[in-house]
Structures are given as structure tokens and as C-alpha cells.
């Protein structure tokens, strides 16, 4: 409707995060893409302050719960690999993304997720200190792993069912031990190779009708007085 929306939480830096988060996803095609998505994190959850370090860094290698601790993030990924599962083809990234992000907020060797805001990130100098994990992620030795070949650009607003038969348990997160990759990467190799060869013929089509409005020109030109 074109009209401004503010919200609210108690801090602002949990459930608030996943809301406006989950809005842009939403509404917004650029959100959706490999640069979009990391953009948006970067801004809703990093600059925003959410507290990491509180939530996530501390239970990778604690066996007590702590006090702070809580899968808000986490959370907020796995409505994103919902939508991802209901509109395949509307994200240029995949499932593999969603874990990479998983693995590294709770335990990383870079320093993206370090700290629990902007102001902590600062005083340690993990900007001189340490390296990007965005600068990782978008190498194309790396990208490659974390692109849909199912993608197709979508501009339109794409509205997920929360309907309780509509959602399903993330096998690749909380199944990830007990489900083999094999048939798994075989599947996608598979799948890979059927849409590059749809491309290579589509490419062909292309071709050939070029080729024929070419000719259906020169008939023309020929036949004309």
C-alpha cells in the first residue's frame, strides 16, 4: 500500500530481526539473491546487534545451557529454507548457503559473527584482524557451491503457505548426521547436467528462429514489386 510500517520488539534485536527479515524476503527480489541476502544480514541482523556471541558462540562447545543462549538466528534461517522450499526457483542461493551461515554463527574462523554488535566488533579490531566470511562466500571457487541452478529471476511478491502440512523438518540441519549424500549429490549432479543441456538447446532454438526470420525477410524482400 505504499504506507510505512515500524516494528517494535522489546529490544529490538531478536524476534524483530527475524520479522523485518523475513518481510524483505518476502517482498523484495534482491533479497533473494546470493549478494542480496548477505546485504541483508549484514544490515538486519550485524549492524543491527543482534548478539551473536550471546546466542550462538558459546553453546557450540558447552554442554550446559547458558543463560543468553537461544536459536533465534537459526530460527529465522529455517523459515528461509521454507519459502526456499516452496519457491525453488525464486533464490539464486541454495540449501547449502542457509547451513554454511548456520556452521559459522556458532562456530567460524572468520570474524563476521564475533562479538554482540557493532561497537564490540570495533574495539577488537576483527576488521583488521580478521577476515570476511562475505569475501570467502564470493569467490567463485566457492559461489558455485551456494548457486540454484533452478534460479529464474522473480519480481514478484512471493507468498509462502504456514499452513502446519506446508512446513517440513530441515533434514539438512537437524538430520544432517543420518541422511547420506551420496544419492544426494548424485541427484543434483544429475539434475545440474539436465538443466545445462535444456540451455544448450534452448540456445539452439534461438538459433534457428533467427535464422528463420532471416529468411522469412529475404522471401519478402524477393516477392516485393
Known amino acids: 500500500e505504499g504506507a510505512s510500517i515500524l516494528i517494535h520488539g522489546t529490544e529490538g534485536t531478536d524476534s524483530t530481526l527475524q520479522v523485518t527479515s523475513l518481510a524483505q524476503i518476502i517482498l523484495e527480489p534482491r533479497s533473494r539473491t546470493i549478494r542480496g541476502f548477505e546485504a541483508l544480514i549484514e544490515r538486519e541482523w550485524l549492524q543491527a546487534g543482534h ?3 550471546q546466542r550462538c558462540a558459546q553453546s557450540a562447545y558447552c554442554n550446559s545451557k547458558q543463560k543468553w543462549e537461544s536459536p533465534v538466528f537459526l530460527l529465522f534461517l529455517d523459515s528461509v529454507w521454507q519459502i526456499l522450499r516452496q519457491f525453488p526457483c525464486s533464490f539464486e542461493f541454495n540449501e547449502n548457503l542457509l547451513i554454511m551461515l548456520f556452521e559459522h554463527a556458532y562456530a567460524s574462523q572468520f570474524g563476521t559473527f564475533l562479538g554482540n554488535n557493532e ?3 570495533c574495539k577488537l579490531k ?3 584482524k580478521t577476515m570476511s566470511l562475505w569475501s570467502w562466500v564470493n569467490r567463485p571457487s566457492e559461489l558455485s557451491k551456494f548457486t540454484n541452478p533452478l534460479f529464474e529471476a522473480n519480481n514478484l511478491v512471493i507468498w509462502p503457505s504456514v499452513a502446519p502440512q506446508s512446513l517440513q523438518l530441515w533434514e539438512g540441519i537437524f538430520l544432517r548426521w543420518n541422511r547420506s549424500s551420496k544419492y544426494l549429490d ?5 539434475m545440474v547436467n539436465i538443466i545445462e543441456y535444456n540451455k544448450e538447446l534452448q540456445a539452439k532454438v534461438n538459433i534457428l528462429r533467427r535464422q528463420l526470420a532471416e529468411l522469412e525477410t529475404e522471401d519478402g524482400m524477393q516477392e516485393s514489386p
Not at 186 to 190: C, L, P, T, V
Open 51 to 53: 548478539p551473536f556471541q
Open 119 to 121: 561497537s564490540e566488533r
Open 126 to 128: 576483527l576488521q583488521q
Open 186 to 190: 548424485e541427484a543434483y549432479e544429475e
